[in-house]
């Protein structure tokens, strides 16, 4: 195989990769930074965080997992040609997103009784409460950038033949431009230089 072809190909791959690599890491760092927050509070506190993220997380990714099926049907319309369908999908998917994160948001409310049928230490669920409340706000911000995350890993192809297509029409305009400048020069001669408004003008 080409090592220039392995190359090309390693460096496309860095740039899909590298970009969900941090999301990933990001998303597992909030619940990182809220055990060790709450840890430095108490153990009650903590108690509760964990008790808040054990329902909260499950949940959410579940939801997730249901609109990530924008990216392979986008990425099947992208192939098949019809680009212009994917609009519907994710219309779709933000829709399910939103009937799903209210219904998330419902129950995260009303989970109190929950804890007090499994035996949860009575100190341990108010905090829990108040933890699940106050992440429950961000639940259809997370999803609807959830299902446009996915429509960009869909387009993800198109987006790359589009940054190259704008290369080369750059790199195109870059040598339009230079030949111009080097015509001018000819035809007008060194004078060409010394008048600004000039420059300006053919710029």
Request: aromatic share 8%.
């Amino acid at each position: 195989m080409d090592r220039a072809v392995v190359t090309t190909e390693l460096k496309k791959l860095t740039g899909l990769a590298v970009p969900l690599v941090v999301t990933q890491l990001a998303q597992m760092g909030l619940g990182v930074l809220d055990t060790i927050m709450a840890g430095r509070v108490s153990s009650v506190e903590l108690a509760g965080v964990a008790l808040g993220g054990v329902m909260f997380w499950p949940i959410l990714m579940l939801i997730a997992g249901v609109v990530m099926a924008v990216t392979p049907t986008v990425s099947q319309l992208h192939g098949g040609g019809r680009v212009r369908e994917a609009g519907a999908v994710v219309r779709q998917a933000l829709w399910i997103a939103f009937f799903c994160g209210v219904a998330m948001m419902t129950l995260l409310h009303n989970l109190e009784p929950m804890y007090h049928f499994v035996g949860v230490d009575p100190l341990a669920i108010p905090i829990t409460m108040a933890y699940v409340k106050a992440v429950s706000w961000g639940v259809l911000p997370v999803l609807g950038y959830f299902v446009l995350r996915y429509l960009c890993e869909g387009l993800q192809e198109m987006v790359l033949k589009l940054r190259e297509q704008n290369q080369a029409l750059n790199a195109k305009n870059q040598r339009l431009t230079e030949m111009f400048r080097l015509a001018q020069q000819k035809r007008f001669g060194k004078s060409s230089d010394t008048f600004g408004g000039q420059g300006e003008l053919f710029n």
